[in-house]
């Protein structure tokens, strides 16, 4: 026991931070710059999200970016708030952001995004996992109290969900097992009301 201490505190002790940033986000950053960072399932591969200059992949450990779908007709170029990998197929994930259109899908990894329908200014979003179609999707807008909307089609259309939030959200969870919805907010204090649940039904 006393060897396998000494030896993982020689390895702490030699660690450092390495600035890796170099060339993400290319020339120009918009407000809040990074915004979101995600590892890429079963890979040590990064995405970096950056504030108006979209998704940028580094597959090197951080010595280079590459922003993903640079050729995209209509780019990714909110400030990045979420990314949701498939769990069956890393290469096929959603982001959300807020400040630009949203969500954005993509199903080769990155070299091609498609928005889904026409919202903007989001938070977080959620996939139901347990169809395999993978047609129900649910998002928090950024900001706005009646901010939770539902896609059956995979964000095709798109719907109000539920009654009007007593708060502007931070962001909103969903739960594939019990297909619920949860929205939650910060605050300066313990406050009574800081998790909110809403049950889907099916349509």
Known sequence: MAFILAWAWSLTARAEWTNVTHNVGGEAWGYAGVCLL????GSSAMIAGVSEAGLWLSDDLGLSWRKLAPQDAEAIGHRPHQIVFDPLDPARFWVSGCYGPSPFMTTNGGRAFQRLGSLTHMDGIG??????????????????ARSVHK??????TWEKLAAPLPFQPNGIAFNVLSRSLYAWRSSEKKAGDAILRWDLRDP
């Open 38 to 41: 995600k590892a890429v399932p």
């Open 151 to 156: 896609s059956a089609d995979g964000g095709r």
């Open 127 to 144: 996939i139901d996992f347990t169809d395999p179609a993978r047609r129900t999707i649910v998002v928090g807008l950024h900001e706005q």
